[in-house]
């Protein structure tokens, strides 16, 4: 009597982290990399229905005052991008801020990300604005949403990169 066997296990995709088919992932060695200044900035928006605005402005969500709760996140995630974003180092910044206000259709964001590193910040000031955004998103959400539970009115982004810098860091004696 033979003994079933199971069928063949698919071929797996070579190690090399590149290319349409996974396989193993890995991190760009930056370590011939020269340290320099980096800092990067980002802009961005989240549009709100006139409601959630009006409240905003008059200090009436019920969660609190998502400006403020939306600064914090945003300082908070820029210091964990490494941990949401596979293939980004941890970047020990230098100094970051999140800036929201009120203001057109809805909320403005800028945010800034600085290190003395060997690799760029501009992951780590996309992740801060973003967030930033979704907090106030989700502290608003109860007044979003229409009779059916949908967000007709909310949009996030553009979400961009405004200005990447990198330049050389003085040697001292």
């Given at each position: 009597m033979s003994r079933p066997t199971s069928p063949p296990l698919p071929r797996r995709a070579r190690s090399h982290g590149r290319g349409p088919r996974g396989g193993g992932a890995r991190q760009r060695d930056i370590s011939g990399k020269p340290v320099t200044h980096r800092r990067a900035l980002v802009e961005g928006e989240l549009r709100l229905s006139e409601a959630a605005r009006r409240a905003i402005e008059e200090g009436r969500v019920e969660k609190g005052d998502p400006l403020s709760a939306g600064s914090l996140a945003g300082l908070s995630a820029m210091k964990r991008t490494s941990e949401l974003i596979?293939?980004?180092?941890?970047?020990?910044?230098?100094?970051?801020?999140?800036?929201l206000e009120l203001g057109g259709q809805g909320v403005r964001v800028r945010a800034e990300a600085q290190a003395l590193w060997s690799t760029g910040v501009e992951m780590e000031a996309l992740v801060g604005a973003t967030l930033a955004l979704l907090t106030v998103w989700d502290m608003v959400k109860y007044l979003e949403k229409d009779a059916r539970g949908q967000y007709p009115a909310t949009v996030l982004g553009p979400v961009r990169v405004v200005r990447k810098v990198k330049e050389r860091v003085a040697r001292s004696r």
């Open positions: 596979p293939h980004c180092h941890l970047v020990p910044l230098t100094t970051s801020r999140v800036e």
